[in-house]
């Protein structure tokens, strides 16, 4: 893939929404911190007035880190969306842009003028059902709303996004419509949310591609996990879309969103895209979020997780010792991580040989059957893997008693 691919990294926001989930401002501070380091797109964060961007050259494209807000809607239970220090911190470092996270109304267009800020993402539903329940618009009023928000944000001079919510389950002709008119209203970019998770990875490319078809402007894919689909994301990115919004560890409202880990690891991988993010910071940064979050990240959490990269089976780690490509897709060394061997009731006699070795111990070949023999018994008797250390006693007890008259294999 020759085409740049903007991640824009939707943290700050898509936690407030997160069940259980609070933030301090130091936490908030912190992660746009660690986000910004790792070179993530757009981090918005919902405030009350305005918020900041990061501009930063990225190898030959200039990628902009935003920390967007809601001008005007109240956000009472999270501290951190009122604080101003939290602005004040993010604002000492350098090369700053603003830009406005809006409702598409005027309340909310006009605060964000009246701050001085360069962007805004306005947003309006785009399925009907939302249409009904939100703002209480139908179709042809929304087109109306859409026409006059925009022509007016971009008379006075603002780079616009139009946020189309519920993009998914939307009227395909009345999305078109909404497109047009957004376009011919000077919008630049047009954001698709996914918003309930009912889209799968071929339905999304037929969808993206045709909005794709019909659109003037940049595309963005915002994804939810509801049906472990957000990957939903890369099959955007592959039909046309150029940005893609994602969240660390995939934090967000109930089974979350798309992972910036996985969607930038995917995307180094198997396309070879260069997304400007640092992916070796990425499992530190994780953390960082899952500690904020009081959320422990899974053992099986796909780039970042301790087991990503943890091998126990007797056959991949013959294989993997061997060579590496054999039964690993993701180089960990790519996130900053190691490959870790571990000794449980699957391994074999090569990767005990292996740890005993990396111990100072030379497994003989006449006790490598009692060796394995005894290492999946004491596995099975502790229901957990083997320390090194654990390992290196069961060998030497072994070779003391192969040194006696008798040998128990069992």
């Known amino acids: 893939m020759k085409r740049p691919v903007f991640l824009n990294d939707t943290t700050l926001c898509d936690r407030a929404q997160a069940p259980g989930a609070a933030f301090t401002t130091a936490m908030g501070a912190d992660e746009i911190e660690a986000i910004c380091a790792a070179g993530a797109l757009r981090l918005p964060i919902r405030l009350t007035a305005l918020a900041v961007s990061k501009l930063k050259l990225a190898r030959s494209w200039c990628t902009i880190c935003t920390i967007s807000c809601v001008c005007t809607e109240k956000y009472s239970a999270n501290p951190v969306l009122h604080d101003t220090k939290l602005l004040q911190r993010v604002t000492r470092q350098r090369f700053y842009a603003t830009k406005a996270w809006c409702r598409m109304r005027s309340e909310d267009l006009n605060a964000a003028i009246e701050s001085g800020i360069a962007a805004v993402n306005l947003s309006l539903p785009a399925s009907d059902i939302l249409l009904t329940a939100k703002p209480g618009l139908d179709r042809a009023g929304a087109l ?36 047009e008119t957004a376009a011919c209203a000077s919008a630049s970019r047009v954001r698709l949310a996914g918003l309930v998770g009912v889209l799968d990875p071929f339905s999304t490319v037929e969808f993206a591609a045709q909005v794709a078809d019909q659109s003037p402007a940049d595309l963005e894919f915002h994804a939810h996990n509801d049906l472990g689909l957000a990957a939903n994301t ?24 798309a992972a910036l880990e996985e969607v930038a690891a995917a995307l180094a991988v198997l396309d070879g895209a260069d997304t400007g993010i640092d992916l070796t910071a990425l499992p530190d940064l994780a953390a960082q979020v899952a500690r904020a979050a009081r959320r422990p990240t ?44 571990v000794i449980g009731k699957h391994s074999g006699a090569t990767a005990i040989a292996h740890v005993l070795s990396e111990n100072g111990r030379d497994l003989d070949p006449d006790l490598a059957a009692a060796m394995v023999a005894r290492v999946r018994r ?15 006693e069961l060998y030497d007890r072994l070779r003391s008693e192969a040194a006696g008259p008798t040998l128990e294999i069992g």
Request: glycine share 10%; proline share 2%.
């Open 144 to 179: 109306q709303v859409i026409e006059h928000m925009v022509g007016h944000a971009a008379a006075r001079g603002l780079f616009v996004t139009v946020g189309c919510g519920d993009a998914s389950r939307a009227d395909r002709d009345h999305l078109a419509s909404v497109i």
């Open 298 to 341: 899974a053992a099986i959490k796909p780039v970042v997780s301790a087991d990503d990269f943890t091998h126990e089976s007797g056959i991949h780690v013959a294989g993997l010792l061997k060579d590496l490509h054999t039964y690993q897709g993701l180089d960990p060394a790519l996130v900053g991580c190691c490959r870790r061997i």
């Open 378 to 392: 004491k596995a099975a008797e502790t229901r957990s893997a083997i320390t090194a250390t654990q390992l290196v």
């Open 234 to 257: 890369l099959a955007a990115i592959r039909a046309a879309a150029r940005h893609a919004s994602v969240t660390v560890s995939g934090l967000g409202e109930r089974a979350g969103n």
